[in-house]
């Protein structure tokens, strides 16, 4: 087990300006679950990459623990890779499929039943072993494989999108298996995926990308609940979050018909006359006739306890859509106009020329362990 | 670098605008389909996109063994050929469509993507994974079919060298493969030796240029996937105890590193041996490389030279032996026919001009050889291989007979002795019924005194 640290890590492509990976300073705890999300470019596959000695680190460092690695070759990280390939061998047994790469490796042939018996009992494939992968089902198959990643005891596990090619259910169904197999082992894993609801549902910590950039690692919830710019308050949550470019008005932001209060100090430090307000779906509730936005409701989406309507307002002559999530029971009609308001401190306000959040509470920067995630941070104290 | 495949917006609406008759009860399922493919071959639209492919009828199907795969595979006729069709997701199947026609383009030896369908659906509207088409190589062999009980030993590590040689010109080109295996490659008989294709791009990125850690780490992939390949075969009984999975796994790393240095490596001379330039070229020549451009720098004093391939190019000898023939064979036999090309104008008449010799080699050699095959043969091999072959048994029975045997009493007694015996190649996917893609489909490639390298 290792924690592991991305020091100003930056990856150029050789004929590029701009890099892939830019002044990646990440620190992962031991035993943490780390998930690195973003947009397709953002740079999450290139951080991966980098940790596994796929790619060259063009400036700053890598370190498994207190091991330098950058200039390691990637057999010699320690590193496991899931999911490379887990084409399983017919005419092996489960056993024999788990543990044929520590033959490979030239470990003894009692360490290596030891170790798969061990990795079997996690796995629940205890029955299994002297099956062959025909007998088994989609999901055990699937675990084999896994297995065969974890007999390898590595310090770190690494997994590229490991669920993108798996249909819905077992996606599901494995993602919550990789999660707890990989707390249960207490192996550092750096986990790599498109999809921020996976992201939200299995890492300790999440990482967000975006153009080579870090923008914030933070919990899921605190991600969720104070996303430190806008980038993070849009890619975070799902419906996403409404983002609307208001003006600033005495004592709050110009809501539409009311005027949402904001603290003087708060507005003090936005440049310029609007700033971006940000509400989730479900923070949004309905006001008295001419109060906050008009929301002509375009579709309701019934979901039995909730309802999601997706609607549109005007800002400034300019249209925006807007998504509410309401009581199943009562929900507006197509067509209808409601007036929506955020719900007393439910909301999220940014610079809108820096993006930034407005009024603090976002840590934006890496934590040094689990333990210390209360800890005022290293880039605040900057 | 994630995958883009957005870049090469080729889909196509084609339901409504082409001729589909006689289709019936797939039709209204076939509305939703979404084909992107370069070519438009029409018959696409008639196999049942509607049936997931695990339950496709078997008068679609053509046999032939089923790789390791993570996906469910199916081999299915498509006018005329065969087609491997491969269930995943639609983001799998587009980024391994593009990769194979990026790959091809470049010409490294690949399959050919035919196309990606999505929107599949049942007749009961229930979705179906998107596929993945490729097109089946010709005369092309899982390395299943090539190892049996007789297998010769020598057969194993050209096997190896062809998939290193793959794997060399792969990170040329800056692919990274991430699942270097013996399974995601088919291999085509060339001329004693094998020429390997890469068959599986799934998990592939095209880069401007590999670090060392990429191929590196493919080669590991590579040392890992084949030696668990190797024990599964001895594991089922298909290849003979004698045969140690971790040493032959041991060589792609050899066979690899030594091509890759040949290719790439600067190396310093005195300024007197000028000769070494022409001499790293005639080895990369050997090696079946056109170097197209190198670095040569000389220190400042003048004294020193220093060498290095900058860009070379595969398909020396195919290259020589088209522009000569116009032949399109593979490495192996290119050499081999090159050398009998070059024997026969050295005997006929060595002031002819080159060109209007190897015209003559075609019409009194290649081509009296190629029509000499008896149709129901023809199958057997392809046809640069059967005249390599004639020739090798040419070359082995005028020894043994102490005289020069004739070129049609050759290859008399080539078809009788040898190719009439041999297993059929190109028909292992068309004939369902046939002994070999029986006994693969055992994965029991027992008992076949099988010539494989002759």
Same mark, same amino acid.
């Given at each position: 087990?290792?924690?592991?640290t ?21 620190e992962i ?16 596959s ?21 091991r ?33 790469a ?18 079997a ?9 002297d ?10 198959? !699937? ?11 590595? !310090? ?6 490991p ?32 999809? !921020? ?33 806008i ?5 975070i ?9 208001l003006?600033?008005a ?14 003087r ?25 001419? !109060?906050?936005?008009?929301?002509e ?9 909730d ?7 005007e800002?400034n002559?300019s ?14 009609k ?25 009024g ?13 995630l ?8 900057a | ?37 370069a070519?438009?071959?029409?018959s ?7 049936i ?7 008068k ?8 390791i ?13 065969v ?24 010409d ?8 990606? $369908? ?5 007749t009961?509207g ?20 090539l ?29 990274? @493969? ?5 399974s995601?490659?088919?291999f085509?008989?060339? +001329? ?15 880069y401007?240029?590999l ?13 890992v ?18 045969v ?6 041991e ?24 000769w070494?330039?022409n ?10 490389f ?5 670095? $040569?720098?000389t220190?400042?004093d ?17 290259r ?13 036999? +290119?050499r ?17 001009d080159?060109? $209007?010799?190897a015209? #003559? @080699? ?6 009296p050889?190629?029509? #000499? ?12 291989e ?12 005028s ?13 008399? +007694? ?10 059929d ?5 068309l ?20 010539n494989?390298?002759?």
């Amino acid at each position: 087990m290792a924690t592991v640290t991305f020091d100003n890590a930056t990856r150029l492509y050789p004929g590029t300006e701009k890099p892939a990976v830019d002044k990646l300073d990440l620190e992962i705890a031991d035993g943490e679950f780390l998930v690195l999300v973003g947009p397709s470019g953002c740079g999450k596959s290139t951080s991966l990459r980098m940790l596994a000695g796929l790619e060259d680190v063009n400036s700053g460092r890598i370190l498994i623990g207190d091991r330098d690695v950058t200039d390691v070759p990637p057999k010699d990280r320690d590193i496991a890779m899931v999911f490379q390939n887990y084409a399983l061998y017919p005419h092996m047994s489960v056993a024999e499929n788990m543990g044929f790469a520590l033959k490979i490796a030239g470990i003894a042939k009692e360490e290596r039943a030891q170790r798969v018996r061990e990795a079997a009992k996690l796995l629940d494939l205890e029955d299994y072993l002297d099956r062959k992968p025909k007998a088994l089902s989609g999901g055990q198959r !699937q675990r084999v494989a896994m297995g065969r990643a974890i007999v390898r005891n590595p !310090q770190v596990f690494l997994m590229d999108e490991p669920l993108s090619n798996l249909d819905a259910k077992l996606r599901v169904q494995t993602r919550t298996q990789i999660a707890s197999l990989t707390r249960r082992l207490g192996v550092t894993t750096v986990y790599v995926t498109h999809d !921020q609801v996976e992201a939200m549902t299995m890492g300790d910590r999440v990482a967000v990308l975006k153009d080579g950039i870090l923008q914030q690692v933070d919990s899921p919830r605190n991600l969720y609940d104070t996303p430190a710019n806008i980038f993070v308050a849009g890619f975070i949550g799902s419906p996403a979050m409404n983002l609307l470019e208001l003006p600033v008005a005495d004592g709050g932001v110009q809501f539409g018909g009311t005027v949402y209060p904001v603290p003087r100090d708060v507005l003090g430090s936005a440049h310029g006359s609007t700033v971006m307000l940000g509400v989730r779906p479900e923070d949004l509730e309905q006001a008295p006739d001419g !109060q906050g936005l008009a929301v002509e409701i375009d579709v309701v989406e019934e979901l039995g306890a909730d309802a999601y309507v997706y609607g549109h307002t005007e800002v400034n002559g300019s249209r925006h859509d807007i998504t509410g999530r309401v009581d199943g029971r009562t929900p507006p009609k197509a067509g209808t106009t409601v007036y929506v308001r955020p719900k007393q401190d439910h909301v999220h306000l940014f610079d809108t020329q820096t993006g930034l959040r407005l009024g603090g509470n976002a840590p934006a920067a890496p934590h040094a362990s689990l333990a210390d995630l209360d800890r005022p941070l290293e880039a605040d104290k900057a | 670098m994630d995958a883009n495949w957005h870049n090469e917006p080729t889909d196509f609406g084609q339901v409504g605008k082409l001729p589909r008759p006689h289709n019936g009860g797939a039709a209204t399922v076939l509305g939703s389909l979404n084909i992107t493919s370069a070519t438009t071959d029409e018959s696409l639209l008639d196999l049942p996109w509607h049936i997931a492919l695990e339950e496709w009828p078997a008068k679609n199907l053509a046999a032939l063994p089923r790789g390791i795969s993570r996906h469910i595979v199916r081999f299915a006729h498509l006018s005329g050929s065969v087609i491997a069709i491969k269930e995943t997701s639609e983001h799998i199947a587009r980024h391994e469509y593009h990769m194979l026609r990026k790959l091809q383009r470049l010409d490294v030896p690949c399959v050919e993507p035919v196309a990606v $369908i999505s929107g599949r659906h049942t007749t009961d509207g229930a979705e179906l994974d998107p596929v993945l088409v490729t097109r089946h190589l010709k005369f092309s062999l899982p390395y299943r079919a090539l190892f049996s009980q007789t297998l010769r030993r020598d057969t194993l590590t050209r096997l190896i060298d062809a998939q290193a040689l793959l794997l060399v010109r792969l990170h040329l080109v800056g692919f990274y @493969w991430g699942d270097v295996s013996l399974s995601n490659t088919l291999f085509r008989r060339d +001329a004693g030796a094998f020429a390997a294709y890469l068959v599986d791009a799934e998990t592939g990125e095209l880069y401007p240029k590999l670090s060392n850690g990429q191929r590196e780490y493919d080669l590991e992939i590579a040392r890992v996937n084949i030696a668990g390949e190797l024990m599964d075969l001895l594991e089922g009984g298909l290849i003979e105890d004698k045969v140690d999975p971790l040493a032959t796994s041991e060589r792609i790393m050899d066979s690899y590193r030594k091509l890759w240095a040949e290719l790439t490596e600067k190396e310093s001379f005195e300024l007197g041996d000028r000769w070494r330039v022409n001499a790293r070229i005639r080895r990369l020549n050997d090696l079946g490389f056109d170097v197209e451009e190198f670095s $040569i720098k000389t220190t400042p004093d003048g004294s020193q030279i220093q060498l290095q391939p900058k860009v070379v190019d595969a398909g020396h000898h195919q290259r020589r032996l088209i522009r000569l023939t116009g032949l399109d064979v593979q490495e192996n036999q +290119a050499r081999r026919l090159l050398n009998d090309l070059d024997g026969y104008r050295a005997d006929n008449n060595p002031d002819l001009d080159e060109e $209007i010799s190897a015209h #003559a @080699w075609v019409r009194h050699v290649f081509e009296p050889v190629v029509r #000499a095959i008896p149709r129901e043969l023809a199958g057997k091999l392809e046809p640069a291989e059967v005249v390599h072959q004639v020739l090798e048994h040419r070359w082995y029975i005028s020894e043994s007979q102490r005289r020069n045997v004739p070129l049609a009493e050759a290859v008399q +007694a080539y078809i009788d002795d040898v190719l009439r015996h041999r297993r059929d190649e190109a028909a292992i996917l068309l004939n369902p019924d046939d002994k070999t893609a029986r006994l693969l489909a055992e994965n029991s490639l027992d008992n076949e005194n099988d010539n494989d390298d002759e």
